[in-house]
């Protein structure tokens, strides 16, 4: 089993504006291991949302080399995206992206049938996130908070081997996000999972491996001392 998740050599990413191009990644490089959780921090606007989307297939690199899986990204066609993310890619965005029109146990049920699973542990996990009694609920009847830990539960119910998070405690208030933290990385260890977070919270980047900064369009390791 390889693994290396991950692995990204100089991409870069720009987007036109009018007549202006707008170079958002330069030579960005990463590997990600199985089992490793990193976060990446920075400033809004820096290009984390446009990584996250280059590593899940919804974007290509303008240059670069990425592997995920071992596969080169420029030998994976739209189908063949679309069902890493079916299957081993987990994509958690700020807005939950929850199926309005199904309750939260139909949307944890339709995620793992996605991935080819007829069985789940998805009211274990709603239990483990402290929301069980929203399983009958839909969408919009459920705070920001618990939109948030369900979009979780469907995360974790598709068995992925990559999760690409983006801000996944955003929306709890602190003293959820202090017990719903440990869970989502219990989570990850116990399944040897790969995790790239996107967080301004320096808890949840502390809980992490190792923590990367995005600045002017490259990772490097976060350096507390400069950054304060």
């Not at 990413?13 to 990446?40: D, T």
């Amino acid at each position: 089993m390889n693994n290396l998740l991950i692995d990204a050599r100089d991409l870069s990413r720009s987007y036109r504006n009018g007549r202006e191009q707008i170079a958002v990644l330069r030579g960005l490089s990463l590997e990600l291991q199985r089992g490793e959780a990193v976060a990446v921090i920075g400033p809004s606007g820096s290009g984390k949302s446009t990584l996250l989307n280059l590593l899940n297939g919804l974007l290509g690199p303008d240059s670069g080399q990425l592997r995920v899986f071992g596969r080169d990204s420029t030998q994976l066609d739209d189908d063949d995206w679309a069902e890493l993310r079916r299957t081993r890619i987990a994509t958690l965005f700020q807005d939950s992206n929850l199926i309005p029109t199904l309750t939260v146990e139909r949307n944890i049920a339709f995620r793992a049938g996605l991935a080819g699973l007829q069985q789940h542990d998805g009211d274990a996990l709603l239990q483990r996130l402290g929301i069980a009694d929203t399983a009958q609920r839909y969408p919009d009847q459920l705070s920001g908070g618990q939109r948030q830990r369900a979009a979780l539960a469907c995360a974790f119910v598709m068995q992925p081997e990559l999760i690409l998070a983006d801000e996944p405690t955003g929306s709890l208030d602190y003293d959820t996000a202090q017990r719903v933290a440990p869970l989502f990385f219990d989570a990850i260890r116990e399944r040897a999972l790969g995790a790239l977070i996107v967080t301004h919270n320096p808890e949840m980047a502390q809980r992490c491996d190792r923590i990367l900064e995005l600045r002017e369009g490259a990772l490097r390791p976060w350096d507390s001392a400069v950054s304060s």
